[in-house]
């Protein structure tokens, strides 16, 4: 009954533990243990468009909705969900950024909250990918420079978050998406901006591609 990433996580979790008592081996493939192998098959090819466009939710409704919420004190939030939206971040990656940092002129540096600690830097191309940078930077701490708030735990940010998205219908149950479809959004605008065609989500003939330039767009 849980989701196929939840499974494998337990897996790699367990098989790495084995590794540090000296029992490599011990613990099998995800599909040794369930009933279905079929039910731990991985994909890493998106099977619906998960993005907000594609459900009709409207990125600017929702910033409004999340600013109206005690008079305006939700502005660190709706920043959040810009950065989310302008630069395609994870949750965590934005409410760990210290924008004044991570902006280096021409490509947005990002470290902190990503997985694995794996660093990477976002082209800034846009106005509104510049707009947006420079209303981070004027709500994140003064002190530390986070946009996280201080006095709070990551963790605690980031449930705050998720609250906030809650109260303003950002579920899959009240709009059939959630934060990660503004990753989704920016993932196929970039697509586009590379390729000049459309990502096959969204009915794009990747066919006339050559191999190595839809590779690199799906990096």
């Known amino acids: 009954g849980q989701a196929t990433s939840t499974i494998a996580g337990k897996i790699s979790t367990m098989r790495t533990f084995c590794g540090w008592i000296g ?16 039910s731990v098959k991985r994909t890493m090819v998106a099977q619906s468009d998960k993005s907000w466009e594609a459900h009709g939710v409207d990125p600017m409704k929702i910033l409004a909705d ?3 919420i005690r008079n305006g004190r939700e ?30 002129g021409d490509v947005l540096f990002v470290i902190d909250g990503t997985k694995g600690k794996r660093a990477r830097n976002i082209p800034i191309r846009n106005e509104l990918q510049r ?14 420079g986070y946009m996280c708030k201080r006095g709070l735990t990551v963790k605690q940010n ?13 579920t899959e149950a009240d709009q059939g998406v959630t934060l990660h ?19 096959p989500i969204k009915g794009g003939d990747i066919s006339i591609l050559p191999k ?3 590779r690199l767009a799906s990096i």
């Open 181 to 199: 479809g503004l990753r989704h959004k920016y993932a196929q605008a970039q697509h586009l901006l590379m390729t000049g065609v459309e990502a």
């Open 75 to 104: 502005e660190r939030v709706a920043v959040w969900v810009e950065m989310c939206w302008a630069f395609g971040l994870r949750r965590e990656e934005t409410v760990e950024m210290r924008p004044g940092v991570g902006d280096n």
């Open 66 to 68: 999340i600013r109206a």
């Open 158 to 170: 980031v449930d705050h978050f998720k609250y906030i998205l809650v109260k303003v219908g950002i």
């Open 212 to 214: 190595n330039e839809y």
């Open 131 to 144: 707009a947006v940078l420079e209303k981070a930077k004027r709500v994140a701490d003064k002190k530390t």
């Open 23 to 38: 029992k490599d081996g011990m613990v099998r493939e995800s599909h040794h243990y369930v009933k279905d192998p079929a």
